[in-house]
């Protein structure tokens, strides 16, 4: 694991991790402004609109540090943006998973959209926190070893953020980015956010291995909140897929948390080493209040540290928005009447 602030410098490779600090006088403005906001659920496009307007204060290098992660193929795969605003008060961390009936600002809202409103649109899926743009991540009591959003006590493997979808592939419609903005960190403070990058990987790979990722023989079990709420507990399997694809040198991959299942004996083994090199290729935050990750949802996958959970209203928050560059290509599960996606 690369230790963040340890990491050699890498001369042969673009960086796969992008810093972002605000500076305390932007901080503030930002916070001014977005403390004087009501809930953006309650109006989402007028939020986000005012948002790109607060969020044009940030200056032009910063701004298109961010932008050019959004659009550029060659960027890194994830940007770790620190002093962030923050709420001025904050309630306890909802035991029920949230949202939060009790808070009074919506400063974390704020900056959650703001960031995603750099990147492209947020999407609502109603497979997924009942199709709202700001979820949640909350450990929740019963769900500590699920590989879900939910889970604590267990490590949350390597994966992309996927939805089920009809057309058998989890892989298409799903988003493009997330964006992880810290609310609250766990109480001892070791709760860990790994990402590794598709080409780090591939690079850490031997050419067979590399070989058999690039072949469809790889089924990937939808989401456990979909599989749990939607499907009575039964995994639900994708077509087979790669689960690396693409040029060389801007590869994809996909992956799922809730189980890959590979088909032949040497997928199996491909997809132990492909695992094994995530640990060795990872970046590794521990999130902190003020802190957000943008995560490239395509050029790399992503993991969660055990913690602790204690359910003492203190547990560790963070919130999540699902980001699309465009949700045109996605009209096909649009829910009629209602600005979500099944
Ligand atoms: O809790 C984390 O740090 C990551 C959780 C995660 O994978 C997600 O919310 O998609
Ligand atoms: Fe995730």
Redesign the pocket.
């Known amino acids: 694991m690369t230790m963040l602030d340890t990491a050699p410098a890498r001369t042969d490779a673009p960086a796969t991790l992008a810093r972002i600090t605000l500076d305390n006088a932007v901080r503030d403005a930002i916070g001014a402004l977005l403390v004087a906001e009501s809930d953006p659920s309650l109006d989402p496009d007028w939020s986000t609109a005012r948002y790109r307007q607060i969020f044009s204060q940030l200056p032009t290098e910063q701004l298109q540090q961010i932008l050019d992660f959004g659009r550029h193929s060659d960027t890194a795969g994830v940007g770790y943006v620190r002093n962030l605003p923050v709420d001025p008060e904050l309630p306890p961390t909802p035991v029920d998973g949230g949202p939060s009936r009790l808070k009074k600002t919506f400063v974390s809202e704020g900056v959650l959209l703001g960031l995603t409103g750099m990147l492209g649109e947020p999407v609502g899926f109603t497979t997924e926190k009942d199709g709202q743009l700001v979820?949640d991540?909350i450990p929740v009591s019963g769900g500590e070893t699920t590989q879900t959003?939910m889970g604590s006590s267990t490590f949350?493997n390597f994966?992309n953020?996927i939805v089920y979808d009809e057309i058998g592939r989890y892989d298409v419609s799903n988003p493009d980015f997330?964006v992880?903005h810290c609310v609250r960190a766990d109480h001892d403070g070791i709760?860990a956010?790994h990402y590794a990058d598709a080409r780090d990987i591939i690079r850490a790979v031997d050419e067979r291995t590399a070989e058999i990722l690039r072949s469809p023989q790889f089924r990937l079990n939808a989401p456990g909140s979909y599989v749990r709420n939607f499907a009575a507990g039964e995994d639900v399997l994708s077509d087979p897929v790669p689960l690396i694809s693409g040029p060389e040198e801007f590869p994809e991959i996909a992956s799922s948390?809730n189980g890959v299942v590979p088909m032949t004996t040497s997928a199996q083994a491909a997809l132990d080493r492909m695992r094994e090199a995530c640990r060795e290729v990872a970046h590794e935050v521990f999130?902190r209040p003020g802190d957000a990750l943008l995560i490239n949802n395509r050029k790399g996958v992503?993991?969660?540290s055990q913690f602790q959970a204690r359910y003492d209203g203190q547990d560790r928050w963070?919130q999540?928005s699902y980001v699309r560059r465009s949700q045109w290509t996605i009209r096909y599960r649009a829910v009629a009447g209602r600005r979500v996606h099944n």
Do not use: F, G, M
């Open positions: 979820h991540v959003n949350l994966h953020d997330l992880l709760a956010t948390a999130l992503h993991a969660r963070l999540r």
